[in-house]
Every structure is written in structure tokens, then in C-alpha cells.
């Protein structure tokens, strides 16, 4: 119910001076503008309620300061949950003690600092025991990507985060970090609790993390801090979901869902990852795990369900070290327990010498080979269970000879396996535990379990049960009575908030005419397509794509754009996700089919031309530095008789970063192109990172590259996944049709080449140090 207000008048006729207050009622004190907002906030009393009268506040630097008690805290609230909205250039900072927040909705808008929300409002003025709950953070990104911030910054000690949605952070840097630096702000057993990290897309290179706790450089300081009981929501924003730099951190009991990346000790030590679940599809190689570096860290308890990540994602990854590394590289693992954890239809589940490259000793400097092995380190008492048999589950990229394996079983559904660890065979089953979740957990109460030292630590298994009176292996003892449904989001975030979006009809737009097609463009919803009917459109001006939409026709329908030079007949705003099928698109020589925006790309585009032709352009597309596409598609399509091709290249910082996820080129046809055929650059050493992603197959190219200066037709350089294969390249007048970096995943096979140069390998492509 709405908070009734009344207006209270004080007449001290003793003085006879007249005060008008602001609004006030039973409830706390409501503010109606950041002068009210201000001046209770001077004011506050241990107990005092400060409410923010429902409605927008733009461009609005609310700094909240006081100093509550254990028992009267001082509280900042919505008049009505989620109908607060803070938009514009806004922040929030928070410091004193016993301070909480509830109920606001950040939305439209960026933060004019390094913070959205921040727990301290100067470096010496931090926040203790304050609290932020039920809040919503939703698309409040900086204008540009590389211009990078954090969400939600911890700085004090005993403060939380609880039962807040946070989702679509696209620009630089995680989206909540613990800061570490200071006395104020060491041993600090902050609570990370009950959130729902909804979807952060990919960002196309580093810092991109969800969850970062401390950095490089605080690394050996206790952190103590707990995240728990969240749900993280397809947070693929880069390879590390939760980078932990510090020492002591609890990560219990969280669900992992379709998430792209890995909970990593990436610093510090004596983490315990315990409880948690780690749900992928069966499909999608990029859904990983728990990745390990450093020392004392306990893994136990967790299940790991159909992930399918390899190498720096997979399921269990134990890295190789460096020796006598520095604060900011990879210490060696020693002294880790992998302990009652249960592996399900997951490939290669356990990974060690993961990132060795000594093979890459001749380009990189001795300072950054990782050579170390494992030590002291135990894996017992797992289960590892495929439905399909899998001959490697376990893989050595370096020696696993650091490492003990005790009381582990499998079932391999009669697959032997060549590099075993003594894993013991059995005949298991699946036992429902909930929905869409199966996991043996009997048919092995026969194994000796593993006792190691401090294991009577492990007193539960995942689902709370005991282990004291009646244990066994693996993360689940009995599932009695259980029931589990891991993605009800009632039980995570805000309580008023809802990301489940209703489906909406598809709507067509026939349109006859340019103006018509500008019209629609402008009316239709995302999801909607527009159908042209005629055979010919004239195009003066840019066609703005700032949704999800579909423009098609049935007869290949021609769209001649005629603006002006350097401006593209499709221009992708944030947001903007375009199909262009069964189009002729033309101009005149000096202009761009496609491209994003020059600046202000705060959110992603998405492009994809399917059964279409493109010519007679400066560049059939452009893409400049500081926009990202998560896919960027050409099938079926011809691309002739232009300047440029593709280009993707602008992202010169040489910090890992790219301008699209994956780039595929599948059955197209390049006639005439001039140079940048395809131009895919991702710059800087950063071995964490995976992407970008480039398949060219089943096409051909014909008289193209006659300007390139570097003589190579396909230019990706720095890419880490490359597959050229089933292409036809002829009459192409370069000495390289492409140069592979045979270190990463970089292929080539079935290409026909005439009169085009050669495929070339280089082993270990040397590259610019980004730390």
C-alpha cells in the first residue's frame, strides 16, 4: 500500500518562529527532492527512516552518511519498493555504521564515478555493518566499453549485499569487487547473499568478471569474505565468474547456471569452494567449472552437471604456476583438497597443467612460463558418472605428478580409459533429485573413503546431510524426500522484481514504400518483422536499428542507398540486432552497408545477412572501436565490389579485447574486395582469454586484396579460435591467403587455392604484454 503522508507544522510561540519540515509520517521521513534528501540525511538518529517518494530521480549523487546502531539502524528506502528509479548520471555512497538501503531500481542511466553503489563516500570515510538489499541494478552502463567501472564497490567491514537483481553490465571492469586496500577495509566477512546475477553478456576480452575479490597487488591480505546462496544467471562477461585475489573467501552454496566461465582462485589462498551447483546443457564447450592457482584451497561437496568446458573452463581445472611468480601472475597450486564432489555427463571433468607453455618459451619472457606443477594435492573421494563414455577423463597437459587420487570412481558405460589414476569402475544409475537433475549417489557404499588430514571438517554433504554416522564418497549421501528446483527465482534477489519476460506475438510489417519502412522501423516492437513487397526502395538516409528486428522479403527486394559518404544505409545502435534476409543491398562507392556508432555504443548490436547480396560500398561493414557484437553472421550471401569487407580491427589497446564473440562466414561469395576482406584483431598476451571466435567455410573469394598492405587476405590476428576450411580462394593477389597462430586453436583443411598465396602457421605468435 502507498505510504500516506501528512504535512506537520511546528509553532513555537514561545519564539514565534514558523519551521516547515519535510514530510513525515509514522513510517519515516519522506523526501521529495535531493535537498530534502540532504538535509535528513544531516539529521538521521540511530533508527531514523529516510523514504524517497516514488518516481524517477535523474542525474541525482545520493550520499548517505550516519551513524545507527546494531539495534536502530539507519534506513534508506523507497516510498514502494522498485518504484524508486534512479536514472540519469546518478551513484549511491553509503558510509558510517549500521547504515541499510532498500527498494531502489537503477535503470537508464551510468554512474558519474567509478561506482554505482559504493561503500564509502571518500578513501577515508567507509562504510561498516551497512547493508544494501532488494535493489535492482539493471543496463546501467557507462557510455563507452572501454570507460571502465564497478557496480557495487565494498570498501569497511561486516557489510552485504543481499536479495538484489544485477544484470546486463557490457562495459569494463566487475560488476561487484571487494576492495582490500587499507587497514579499514582487511578481515572484513562481508556477505554476498540470496542475489540474482542475471545474464552479463559476453564482453569481448578481460575485466569482465562478475564477483572480484581484492586484486593482484592485495592478494596476500585475509579477505574473510562469504558469498552465498545466489544465483548466477548466464554471467558470461568473461572467462572468470568469481575471481578470488584474496585469502579466506567462502563460496557456498550457489548455483551456477549456463554460465560461461569458472569460480577461480585466480590470487590468495585458503578458499573454500563448498555446496555449490555447476549446471551447463550438455552442449555449449564454454560452461566451466572451478579453476584453481595458489595454495590451501578446499573444493568439496559441489556437483558438476553436463558441462562440456575444455582446458581454462572445464569442469575442474588445476593450473601449472609459475616459479617464484609475482604478485599479479599464477603462484603454483600446492596443498589443495578436491574432495566429495560428484561429476555428471562432464567432459574431461579433471584437468591438470592447465596454461603450461613452455612450448612458447621463445616468445615470451622467463617471468611468464608456467612450469610448475602441482603439489600436495589430494583428489578423493569423487564421483565421475557419463552416460556416454569418455576415454580421457582425465587430462594431463603437464605432469599430474604432485597430485594424489584416492577413492574416486567412475562410470563409463564400458569405455576404457587409457590414463586412469587408479579411478575404481562401478555400475551406477541416476536418481532423480529434482528438475531436470539426476545424480548416482548409490552403488559405491563399498569404497574406502579417503581419510585425509582435517577431513573431520567435512561435516555435510551438499544437500546439509551428515557425514558423521554414515559417509561415503561423492557430494550427495542420500536425496530422501528432496526435491530440488535450483532456478525457482523467487528465492533469489528482489522480491518485486521479475526478469521473466512474457512472449509476445510477432508482428509483420508489409511496407510498400521507404516511408513506410522508416515507419515501421520506428513502430515495431522487438521480434517483429518487416516484409518489403516491392521490388525497389530508395534510401536517402541511414535506417536506425536500435531493436531486435527482421527485415526480409520474399523476391530478393533492392535497397539502394544513396546518403552520404561514410555514413552506412544501416547504422546498429546499442541494442540494435538486425537480420537482413533475402536483400540486395547497393550504394554508391563511398559509403557503408552496415556499421555500429562512432561512439556512445554502450550496449551491444547484433548482425546477421542471410541470403543477400552487398555491393558497390566503401565497406560492407564497419565497426568501430568500442562496439561489440556477441555474433555476427553472413550465410548464403555475396559481398562484391567494394573498398572493404569486414572490418573489426579498432580494438588497438592491446588488452585482450575484440569487436565481435564469434564472426562466421558460411557459403558466401567475395568478388572485388579492395582490402580488409576480413579484418578480426584482438591484441595483447592474455592467456585467460578464449575469444574471439572466426569460421570462414564453404566460400569463395575471387580478385580480392589487391590493396591489402600486409599482402594477406584474412587478417585475424591475435583470434584465438580459427577454423578456414572448404573454401575455394582464386586469383587473389597476396602472398598469404592467412597466417594461423599455431599455438591456439587455429585450423585449416579442404581449401582449393589458385594464384592466391598459402596458408601459413606461426607457432607461437609473439604479442604485447598485458600486464
Request: aromatic share 10%; glycine share 8%; with cysteine.
Amino acid at each position: 500500500m502507498p505510504i500516506k503522508t501528512a504535512i506537520f507544522y511546528l509553532l513555537i510561540i514561545t519564539s514565534g518562529l514558523f519551521i516547515s519540515c519535510d514530510k513525515a509520517n509514522n513510517n519515516g521521513t519522506l523526501v521529495e527532492d535531493i535537498s530534502a534528501f540532504n538535509n535528513a540525511v544531516s539529521n538521521a538518529k540511530p533508527g531514523d527512516v529516510i523514504i524517497l517518494k516514488n518516481g524517477i530521480w535523474k542525474d541525482a549523487e545520493l550520499i548517505f552518511k550516519g551513524e545507527g546502531t546494531e539495534k536502530k539502524p539507519i534506513t534508506l528506502k523507497a516510498e514502494i519498493a522498485g518504484e524508486v528509479f534512479i536514472e540519469g548520471v546518478s551513484n549511491l555512497q553509503i558510509s558510517g555504521n549500521h547504515l541499510e538501503v532498500h527498494g531502489l531500481f537503477f535503470r537508464n542511466g551510468h554512474s558519474p564515478s567509478e561506482n554505482v553503489i559504493s561503500f564509502r563516500t571518500n578513501e577515508k570515510e567507509v562504510a561498516n555493518y551497512a547493508k544494501v538489499t532488494n535493489c535492482v541494478i539493471l543496463d546501467f552502463n557507462n557510455l563507452e566499453r572501454d570507460q571502465d567501472n564497478l557496480w557495487v564497490q565494498f570498501y569497511g567491514k561486516h557489510n552485504e549485499l543481499s536479495n538484489c537483481y544485477i544484470a546486463g553490465k557490457t562495459n569494463g571492469g566487475p560488476t561487484v569487487r571487494v576492495d582490500l586496500k587499507g587497514n579499514q577495509s582487511i578481515r572484513n566477512f562481508h556477505k554476498i547473499s540470496n542475489n540474482h546475477f542475471g545474464p552479463r553478456p559476453r564482453k569481448g576480452g578481460a575485466r569482465g568478471e562478475t564477483i572480484q575479490l581484492g586484486s593482484s597487488f592485495t592478494s596476500m591480505s585475509p579477505s574473510n569474505t562469504t558469498i552465498a546462496n545466489n544465483l548466477f544467471e548466464e554471467c558470461n562477461g568473461e572467462v572468470e565468474i568469481i575471481s578470488s585475489k584474496t585469502n579466506f573467501n567462502i563460496i557456498k552454496n550457489n548455483v551456477f547456471y549456463k554460465s560461461e566461465g569458472s569460480v577461480v582462485t585466480r590470487h590468495g589462498n585458503y578458499v573454500t569452494i563448498d555446496g555449490n551447483y555447476f549446471i551447463g546443457d550438455g552442449v555449449n564447450e564454454q560452461y566451466g567449472g572451478i579453476r584453481i592457482i595458489n595454495t590451501g584451497h578446499w573444493v568439496t561437496n559441489n556437483l558438476f552437471y553436463k558441462l562440456k568446458g575444455k582446458s581454462f573452463r572445464s569442469p575442474l581445472a588445476v593450473m601449472n604456476g609459475i616459479p617464484k611468480s609475482p604478485l599479479n601472475r599464477y603462484n603454483q597450486v600446492t596443498d589443495v583438497v578436491v574432495a566429495y564432489n560428484t561429476y555428471v555427463d562432464s567432459s574431461s571433468p579433471w584437468q591438470f597443467g592447465v596454461g603450461t607453455n613452455i612450448a612458447q618459451a621463445d616468445v615470451l619472457p622467463k617471468s611468464e612460463i608456467r612450469s610448475a606443477r602441482p603439489l600436495r594435492t589430494e583428489v578423493v573421494n569423487n564421483v565421475i558418472y557419463n552416460s556416454e563414455g569418455d576415454p580421457n577423463p582425465i587430462i594431463e597437459h603437464d605432469k599430474a605428478d604432485g597430485v594424489t587420487f584416492e577413492s574416486n570412481i567412475i562410470y563409463n558405460n564400458g569405455v576404457a580409459i587409457a590414463n586412469d589414476h587408479g579411478l575404481i569402475a562401478k555400475e551406477l544409475s541416476l536418481t532423480e533429485i529434482g528438475k531436470d537433475l539426476s545424480v548416482p549417489i548409490t552403488g559405491f557404499d563399498d569404497v574406502v573413503i579417503y581419510e585425509g588430514f582435517d577431513f573431520e571438517s567435512i561435516t555435510n554433504d551438499l544437500l546439509g546431510n551428515s557425514r558423521n554416522e554414515s559417509n561415503k564418497i561423492g557430494a550427495i549421501l542420500n536425496a530422501a524426500n528432496v526435491n530440488l528446483d535450483l532456478l525457482d527465482k523467487s528465492k533469489y534477489g528482489a522480491y518485486w522484481f521479475s526478469d521473466v519476460k512474457e512472449s509476445k506475438e510477432v508482428k509483420t510489417f508489409n511496407v510498400k514504400s521507404t516511408e513506410a519502412l522508416v515507419t515501421a522501423i520506428n513502430e515495431a516492437e522487438s521480434g517483429d518483422i518487416i516484409n518489403l513487397i516491392n521490388e525497389t526502395y530508395q534510401l536517402p538516409k541511414s535506417l536506425v536499428i536500435n531493436k531486435t528486428i527482421t527485415i526480409k522479403s520474399e523476391g530478393k527486394a533492392e535497397i539502394i542507398y544513396n546518403g552520404a559518404a561514410s555514413t552506412p544505409a544501416i547504422e546498429l545502435h546499442p541494442y540494435g540486432k538486425l537480420t537482413l534476409q533475402n536483400i540486395n543491398l547497393k550504394g554508391t562507392t563511398t559509403q557503408f552497408a552496415f556499421a555500429s556508432l562512432k561512439e556512445n555504443m554502450s550496449n551491444h548490436f547484433g548482425l546477421a545477412v542471410i541470403d543477400s547480396e552487398i555491393s558497390n560500398f566503401n565497406y560492407a561493414l564497419k565497426v568501430y572501436k568500442q562496439s561489440f557484437s556477441e555474433e555476427i553472421i553472413f550465410k548464403n550471401t555475396t559481398i562484391s565490389n567494394c573498398e572493404n569487407g569486414i572490418e573489426l580491427s579498432e580494438e588497438t589497446n592491446d588488452r585482450g579485447d575484440y569487436n565481435t564473440e564469434y564472426l562466421t562466414i558460411d557459403n558466401c561469395l567475395f568478388t572485388d574486395i579492395k582490402q580488409n576482406v576480413i579484418d578480426y584483431y584482438r591484441g595483447g598476451y592474455d592467456e585467460s582469454t578464449i575469444g574471439g571466435n572466426l569460421l570462414v567455410t564453404n566460400s569463395t573469394f575471387t580478385n580480392c586484396g589487391a590493396k591489402e598492405q600486409n599482402k594477406t587476405l584474412l587478417n585475424h590476428r591475435g583470434i584465438i579460435n580459427v577454423n578456414i576450411t572448404k573454401n575455394t580462394f582464386e586469383n587473389n593477389p597476396v602472398q598469404f591467403i592467412s597466417t594461423l597462430w599455431g599455438a591456439k586453436n587455429n585450423v585449416a583443411s579442404d581449401n582449393q587455392i589458385s594464384n592466391s598465396g598459402k596458408i601459413a602457421t606461426e607457432e607461437n605468435l609473439k604479442q604485447k604484454l598485458m600486464y
